[in-house]
């Protein structure tokens, strides 16, 4: 019996196997890219040395994680990262809804697309150019702030590149400037979907618009909204980068609060060399990061079996 | 019917506004980049300055060896990059997409598990430093971002199983084509949407990355405009120093207009980007739009 089986299969492989070969590149891509990287993870546990080699350096247990988290800055970058992004969902989605509920009452086509257009275009430049944007603002000399804008106020110059209090308020509004259109786009394309037989039926009824939008447009995109809530949570441990990094131009006077798990990581590694740590931070946020994302999934299958990932 | 036509108006107010705040930011870096050095550390950078001046794009003129190269760097890596990446992912999202592959459940797996879990950055990095030895290779702006994970497979996979007939398929099998016959003559043809939209995410992927320069590259000659540009935010003599003309670099240091130059780098940078723009706009929207909804 167990003989036929496997024979069946075999034939199969025999049958289709130019669809196995088609896949050789790509998986042999994924097992560098990704599965070796995830085996790599126990380096954690080790005390890199390069002399003996990745593999040959002694294990050190758990050290790495204690030096981690004896020192302040776990909680520093834990603190950040959660209140920036949980923050940055809430901000975004809500100005999103609100953005694409107001494009979608305009009614000249032309109009409602170039708008569109636009708010989308900070989206697509790189985040290095973001921060010649910002530059442009908040440079202490030259910046438009410092020069034209708190002038009128008279308000004296602030230098905004070491004053770390600033910044939360600054990346929010680079955050939400740079992203808000994709958003705006998705929750636009669930409220052109609604079919517009209910806005007939409620205008009928003598519904106000603001009526209609509050019980037809919001409830319906609701799935859209719960499903992008739930997915930018599973995200919730992994930052921006160049948000972070690239934005306040890697400025240490800043780091109080500007410095997220990402960044931390990206120090530990390139500038200071303290491979431990860093290994340490990032298998924490890959750990926690995988238990948020299998847990928004578990939620999001709950609701609705179709727009879980899995 | 009044109060309607207002109401279009303030709403149309309101988003002249709201696409004002979007695009003034760059109209200001343009400004900037044409204002003379004077009326940048007179005003600062300012929608009027008092002066205009061509002395900082005449100075990146002198420079032009080094801006072409890193662009050559950026235009070489975004074709490679997507057309490699396109090709390796249409190849395996096919088979996953058939029902009759033996271990499809295996395989989706594989792919899907990159989704959820994933080494970080130290690990990756050690991976193509110490075992492929990528540093200060071109190989280490391409390589990385190739797939990157399996989502962009799960989306095309996903249009590959809806979108194309399998009697269409099993016709061309028993009139004898085989295999790879079906996938570049009726597939490919027949998914041409969803392999432009992903071509062109994978495009906009490779031409503003920055990242992979920072982490793997050290020696300028191999930087894309990206690295450049980034390396010349905090550093705006990094141009000269590194300069590949091998010109009389010192005596351009001298009055250099630096603080118009790092604008016009800037601008320079972004220019191709907004000039493309509204025409591949449409195609952005719909990609966007198809990557958010389940693969």
Not at chain 1, 54 to 76: P, Q, R, V
Not at chain 1, 81 to 98: D, E, H, K, R, S
Request: net charge positive; charged share 10%; aromatic share 14%.
């Amino acid at each position: 019996m167990g003989q036929t089986r496997w024979g069946q299969t075999w034939k199969q492989v025999v049958r289709y196997r130019a669809l196995l070969f088609m896949m050789i590149p790509g998986l042999i891509y994924l097992v560098i890219n990704n599965y070796i990287p995830m085996a790599g993870i126990v380096i954690a546990f080790k005390d890199i040395n390069y002399a003996k080699g990745i593999f040959a350096s002694d294990w050190i247990g758990l050290k790495n994680f204690e030096f981690l988290f004896k020192t302040n800055d776990a909680f520093i970058i834990t603190r950040n990262t959660i209140l920036y992004n949980g923050f940055f969902i809430i901000l975004n989605t809500v100005i999103a809804i609100g953005l694409a509920i107001l494009l979608n009452e305009i009614r000249n086509a032309v109009a409602k697309r170039f708008y569109q257009s636009i708010v989308l275009l900070p989206y697509l430049i790189s985040m290095v150019i973001v921060s010649y944007l910002v530059v442009a603002m908040l440079h202490v000399e030259n910046g438009f702030m410092n020069n034209t804008v708190l002038p009128l106020f008279g308000i004296d110059p602030i230098a905004w590149y070491s004053k770390a209090e600033y910044w939360p308020f600054i990346l929010t509004i680079v955050n939400v400037w740079k992203n808000i259109g994709y958003l705006c786009i998705i929750f636009l394309a669930s409220i052109v979907g609604i079919d517009h037989e209910y806005y007939e039926a409620a205008t009928i009824d003598g519904a106000s618009k603001w009526a209609q939008i509050k019980s037809i447009t919001v409830p319906l995109i609701m799935p859209t909204i719960i499903i992008m809530t739930l997915l930018a949570i599973g995200r919730i441990f992994y930052s921006d980068f160049g948000l972070f990094y690239q934005v306040p131009l890697n400025s240490g006077a800043l780091k109080s609060t500007t410095d997220v798990i990402d960044t931390y990581v990206y120090r530990g590694l390139m500038q200071l060399g303290d491979i431990g740590m860093s290994s340490a931070a990032g298998l924490y946020q890959s750990v926690v990061g995988f238990v948020l994302v299998l847990l928004s999934n578990y939620i999001v299958a709950k609701k609705d079996r179709d727009q879980a990932l899995f | 019917m009044r109060s309607n036509e207002m109401n279009q108006t303030a709403l149309n107010i309101f988003m002249v506004v709201l696409t004002a705040a979007c695009l003034l930011p760059f109209l200001l870096l343009i400004i900037s980049s044409f204002a003379s050095e004077q009326s940048i550390i007179k005003l600062g950078y300012t929608f009027f300055p008092s002066e205009y001046s061509l002395e900082a794009y005449k100075y990146l003129w002198g420079e032009s060896s080094s801006l072409l190269r890193a662009y050559g760097i950026t235009i070489l890596i975004t074709v490679i990059g997507t057309s490699v990446g396109l090709t390796i992912s249409a190849l395996l999202a096919y088979p996953l997409s058939r029902g009759v592959l033996p271990f499809k459940y295996f395989f989706s797996f594989v792919v899907f598990f990159t989704l959820l879990f994933n080494g970080g950055l130290v690990p990756t990095y050690l991976v193509y430093t110490e075992i492929f030895h990528m540093k200060n290779t071109l190989l280490a702006l391409i390589i990385p971002g190739l797939l990157t994970n399996g989502f962009f497979i799960l989306l095309i996979r996903t249009y590959f199983a809806t979108s194309i007939p399998v009697p269409i398929i099993e016709s061309a099998y028993i009139d004898g084509a085989s295999e790879y016959r079906i996938f570049f003559s009726i597939v490919m043809p027949l998914s041409l949407p969803i392999l432009a939209t992903i071509g062109l995410m994978l495009t906009i992927a490779y031409w503003n990355d920055w990242f992979n320069g920072l982490i793997y590259l050290t020696e300028p000659r191999l930087f894309s405009i990206q690295n450049l540009l980034n390396r010349m935010l905090t550093n705006i003599q990094f141009l000269q120093q590194n300069s590949f003309a091998g010109n009389n670099a010192s005596a351009i240091a001298a009055n250099l207009p630096t603080n118009a130059v790092r604008m016009a780098m800037a601008v320079i940078g972004v220019v191709p980007l907004l000039c493309v723009y509204p025409f591949f706009q449409k195609y952005f929207v719909k990609g966007l739009v198809v990557g958010a909804v389940k693969g």
